[in-house]
């Protein structure tokens, strides 16, 4: 028989893992199954056997002998004059068993079932690929470097698989270099023209939880629970975690000794603070825990409107608003309040102070709004920033600063 070499095509259903033997005959037979239909109409009476070890496969076709003029159905029959010409010792009621010389069906139509061969096997490469990454989707995963572009990173997996960590995924102090070895977290898994794209996160909440989980054997055994986390990538982070067990502090467990837990996880982000919480349902006391490094002197809470105003002594506020006001903007979301900062002047003598809002007419809104945002809602609350203080926690420029204090000076001088 001259059979078709299919080596080439079964070898890539041996390179492609986790495709298993069963499938790859279902596959092989479901394309000749289908160059049979084209030539005969219908595959119901052939056997399509594959030999995946030799790489080749047989097919038989099946039918009955009849006596001479009685075929009805010539794929399912054969007149016993026929029958006698292939073996003649046929008799009729006996099944024919014949094989089919593949190059019968044409050299077109085996190149195209090669063809079809090819992509079926390549659709399950994909499919396997999206389900393994499917099922690791917050899972840590270390690649190694292999493209650096400008809005996103190509790795690949020990298996050759190909990664992509986006600009938008990279932590901002990221640097990476070809054939260095980074570690992220499965984010997701996109489709692309029918093409699994798997992306990668070093920014997401899931991955500093994962390293977590790595360093501090306690969360790892289920005795720690982390509750929620918050980042701002490279910035700062917020951890708020529970212990299971009363004899564990979480937080000390988390930290470490002399802080060797933490430290790991910090260097891997890229000195990115990270304040470990112990986690309550007292919203009050997770609020004050929240604002950590600061000190919070009084709170009003508004529980039905999510609101908290949070009263500090005049040098706890900057702490409280943090760098570009990174430390309120992450208690916020790790609370669910929203948390306006009020200097508490209680026991200072009392000083004549104008509410920004009466300078509307002289300051733009926007200008307003920026300055209430680093906890200054009052004219002496911006006068006791110096200029440079202003522009490092503002995003306004010099000049803008320069004006809203001469504005605010002869007011009070007015005063």
């Known amino acids: 028989m001259s059979s078709i070499n299919l080596i080439d095509a079964f070898q890539d259903f041996k390179d ?19 160059l049979l239909r084209k030539k005969y109409g219908s595959d119901d009476n052939f056997d399509v056997i ?38 003649p010792d046929f008799e009729v009621g006996e099944e024919l068993y014949e094989e089919i010389d ?9 190149l195209a079932a090669k063809q079809t061969l090819a992509s079926r096997i390549s659709d399950l490469k994909k499919n396997v690929l999206a389900k393994k990454y499917g099922d690791r989707i917050g899972e840590i995963i270390s690649a190694e470097v292999y493209q650096v572009w400008k809005k996103e990173i190509l790795l690949l997996d020990e298996e050759g698989n190909e990664l992509i960590l986006p600009k938008s995924e990279q932590i901002p102090q990221d640097y990476f270099k070809k054939g260095e070895n980074i570690r992220a977290v499965v984010a997701r898994v996109d ?27 306690e969360i790892f055994d289920g005795l720690i629970v982390i509750k929620k986390i918050v980042r701002d990538p490279g910035e700062r982070a917020k951890v708020a975690v ?30 990115e603070n990270i304040d470990v919480i112990n986690y309550t349902s007292n919203i009050q006391l997770l609020i004050q825990r929240s604002l950590t490094p600061a000190k919070i002197t009084s709170m009003e809470l508004d529980n039905e409107g999510h609101h908290a105003n949070v009263y500090l002594k005049p040098d706890q506020v900057s702490l409280a608003i943090g760098r570009r006001g990174v430390n ?3 208690a916020s979301e790790l609370t669910g309040y929203e948390l306006d900062v009020y200097r508490d002047n209680e026991g200072e003598e009392n000083e004549f102070d104008i509410d920004l809002e009466e300078f509307s007419d002289e300051i733009d809104a926007w200008i307003i709004d920026e300055l ?12 006791n920033l110096t200029p440079e203080e202003l522009e490092r926690r503002t995003d306004l ?15 009070f001088e007015k005063e």
Do not use: W
């Not at 593949?102 to 085996?110: E, K, P, Q, Y």
């Not at 420029?397 to 007011?411: F, G, H, M, P, S």
């Open 16 to 34: 492609a893992e986790n495709i298993d033997r069963p499938t790859m005959m279902k596959v092989v037979e479901d394309v000749f199954k289908t």
């Open 50 to 87: 594959v030999n995946a070890e030799k790489g080749d496969l047989e097919i038989i076709r099946r039918r009955m002998i009849v006596e001479d003029g009685q075929v009805e159905d010539p794929l399912a029959q054969v007149a016993y004059t026929d029958a006698v010409k292939i073996e």
């Open 102 to 110: 593949l190059l019968d069906f044409g050299r077109r139509a085996i």
């Open 191 to 217: 489709m692309k023209n029918n093409n699994p794209v798997i992306i990668l996160s070093r920014t997401s909440p899931d991955f500093l939880a994962k390293l977590l989980e790595i360093e501090v054997p």
């Open 242 to 271: 529970e212990s299971y067990d009363d004899r564990i502090d979480p937080v000390g467990a988390c930290v470490g000794m002399k802080g060797s837990r933490i430290h790991g996880i910090v260097r891997e982000l890229k000195n």
């Open 328 to 330: 309120i903007k992450l």
């Open 372 to 383: 209430k945002r680093v906890g200054c809602d009052t004219g002496r609350s911006v006068l």
């Open 397 to 411: 420029e010099k000049e803008t600063i320069a004006d809203v204090r001469r504005i605010l000076k002869e007011e």
